[in-house]
């Protein structure tokens, strides 16, 4: 079990461009989650999916960003035409499901750095 | 809706002295609690959490907390800052959507400590 993984750790893109992150979460883990921080900030909920599904989306999420999970295991955030203020830290989690409520916990990647120049 | 406001976006001690870094919450339901630390360039590690099984809870490094419910209060501390404390820190609550899924932080506190 080698925790949370994310890739890539930095980003730089220029504005207009796609990009697209990987987060692979702790083997058995069927619940992830993506976050946004912003510098000075906690991180902002983005979206989760049980398994391959996804469950529940924030309006943070413009429809320029998709995520997905196609097998239930590592999922993939992109956002397409990129702007400035997409600047950000990245944070993919993940947790067990099996046991309801927080008695299991979110456990967190290092991140994907996004610089939007 | 629930929310943390965590006082003091810094906090400034002295090696050895009393760490309080001050997390207040607003929940309509039973709220689910959480401290996390950040170090620089990476991801965040939980502390320690507050599930209603007891008030004081202990965590990880010499840090504690107390859940005050008529204060609506979730402060962490440590007897002793020790140099390595150094980070950021940020309280979570669980929200109710989705059975506790989602997590709402506050902005963080930034510990500096000095020898």
């Known amino acids: 079990d080698t925790g949370v993984s994310q890739n890539p750790r930095h980003k730089i893109t220029k504005r207009g461009q796609n990009v697209t992150f990987r987060c692979d979460p702790i083997?058995?883990?069927?619940?992830l989650y993506w976050y946004r921080q912003t510098l000075g900030q906690g991180p902002e909920f983005l979206t989760y999916?049980?398994?391959?599904?996804?469950?529940?989306k924030s309006r943070l999420l413009s429809d320029r960003f998709s995520a997905e999970r196609p097998k239930g295991s590592f999922s993939t955030l992109e956002i397409q035409r990129t702007e400035q203020g997409d600047s950000a830290m990245y944070l993919c989690?993940?947790?067990?499901?099996?046991?309801?409520?927080?008695?299991?916990?979110?456990?967190f990647g290092a991140g994907t750095r996004l610089s939007v120049l | 809706a629930q929310s943390v406001t965590q006082l003091g976006s810094h906090v400034s001690v002295s090696e050895g002295a009393l760490v309080l870094l001050r997390c207040n919450y607003s929940?309509?339901?039973?709220?689910?609690l959480f401290w996390y630390v950040q170090y620089p360039n990476q991801g965040l590690q939980l502390l320690l959490k507050?599930?209603?099984?007891?008030?004081l809870v202990k965590g990880i490094n010499g840090f504690e907390a107390e859940f005050k419910k008529s204060e609506t209060s979730f402060h962490l501390t440590k007897p002793s800052a020790h140099m390595s404390d150094a980070a950021e820190y940020f309280c979570?609550?669980?929200?109710?959507?989705?059975?506790?899924?989602?997590?709402?932080f506050g902005a963080g506190t930034r510990l500096a400590v000095h020898p």
């Open positions: 999916f049980q398994n391959e599904a996804q469950l529940e």
């Open positions: 989690a993940s947790r067990l499901g099996k046991l309801a409520g927080p008695k299991n916990i979110q456990y």
């Open positions: 507050y599930t209603s099984a007891a008030t």
């Open positions: 979570a609550v669980g929200t109710l959507s989705g059975g506790y899924n989602k997590l709402i």
């Open positions: 929940s309509s339901v039973p709220p689910y």
């Open positions: 083997s058995e883990h069927n619940r």
